[in-house]
């Protein structure tokens, strides 16, 4: 592949700045902001279960990347204008019918999300060729935690706007504000150097061979488990916050800060560690974390007891900073650049079925406190059960690291030796 001169760090930078819009639109579309939104509409817990889980859910439309002909740039740039610019109708939904609101809100959600989502293999499939491989873990970490560094001081201004201006103004002109970011970030993805690749559909034969991979197969499989347990208490831990913590969307937005702040140390620190141990040793480390501290010290929180919560700030960048990068990169590395697509796809098709899963059973969990009232808040018991499925999650991945550590020694023991060994030991 012949690159042009300055390229590809041109690219890397560019892809850095794309990403610092980019980020604002996430953010303020799926997470603090639109969950507030949702619960000023009415939104019951199921409802938030649902629309925590859409950015998982919606990535069921990822293998469509596969199908699609032409420039990886001229997609992923025509999509995100198209899928970032239909959040303008959340705008509207207040002047709904207050039946239509809710699921007038998630229909918009989804559909945003689902036209975003072959983005993710078409963008990632084209980063892969710009970073070589033996960078990859330091240049994600570093944008990852720029941009989570980025994407949490808009949070905070986002907090301190909607508590300045009031519910609706201030959710809607945070919205508005979402989209003109995620459409003036596809200018600057337009701008980034596309290697060439030819692409063709692939047969069924074809899109079913990455299940035959083992040690992918087993990768796929924790990635259903952990982002299945992620999904069932992660659209409550925010509504724990505001609604049974009685924190502001000031402070919410604080504690993001937080967390983004140490995720610009952590991520490339994560990065650099995964470059010298790999991507599944990251893994391994950072989501049990993820299992084992975040969950309690969420519910450790109440009224007036804040610090587990503040602590959880920092927790949640040592987590993610590792989980982000060491995912993208394991799958990245299952296959060899030709079919490179194939496999994205196929990790993130796990990625939408645990998100379903999950949401489902959060969502039932959440209904379920109505009728027991056995916990302080209807956010309590699907976090709980979430903390135990991330620990079968854990468990399971080093399960398979062992057991993969194992046959890989067994196999190279069992090899004949080379000729050249062969004559080494007679020697």
Known sequence: M?????????????????????????NWSTGMVMTGYALWLGAPPVALAILGALPMVGQMAAPLALFFRGSRKDLSANLSVFGRGLFVLALFVPLMPEAWRIPGLLT?????????????????SW??????DQLRGRYFGLRNGLLGLVGTLGNLAAGSLIDALGKPWGFLLVLGLAVGAGVGATFILRRQFEPLMVSTPP????????????????????????LGAVSVGGPFVFP????????????VGLWTVIAASCGLVLSPLWGRL?????????LLLSSSVAALVLPPLWLAGGPGRLETIWMAAVFDAVAWGGIGTALTNVALQSASPEKRNLYLAWYWTAYAVGGILGSLLGGALGNLHKNLQLFPSAYHLPILVSMGLRMVAVYYLGWRIRRDKKRA???????????????TSGA
């Open 240 to 251: 724990l916050f505001l609604e049974y913590a009685r924190m502001s969307f000031t402070q």
């Open 203 to 226: 047969r069924p034969a074809e899109y079913i061979q990455p299940l035959s991979d083992r040690r992918f197969r087993g990768f796929l499989g924790f990635v259903v488990l952990f």
């Open 409 to 423: 020694l067994l196999e190279s023991k069992a090899q004949p030796p080379s000729p050249a060994e062969n004559k």
């Open 2 to 26: 012949t690159l042009p001169p300055g390229e590809p760090r041109r690219s890397q930078t560019l892809a850095i700045w794309e990403g610092v819009l980019a980020i604002l639109f996430i």
């Open 108 to 124: 918009i959600a989804a559909l945003s999300q689902f036209i975003l989502a072959p983005v993710s293999v078409l963008w990632t």
């Open 127 to 132: 980063m892969a060729d710009l970073v070589p």
């Open 274 to 282: 995964a470059d010298r141990i790999g991507h599944w040793q990251v």
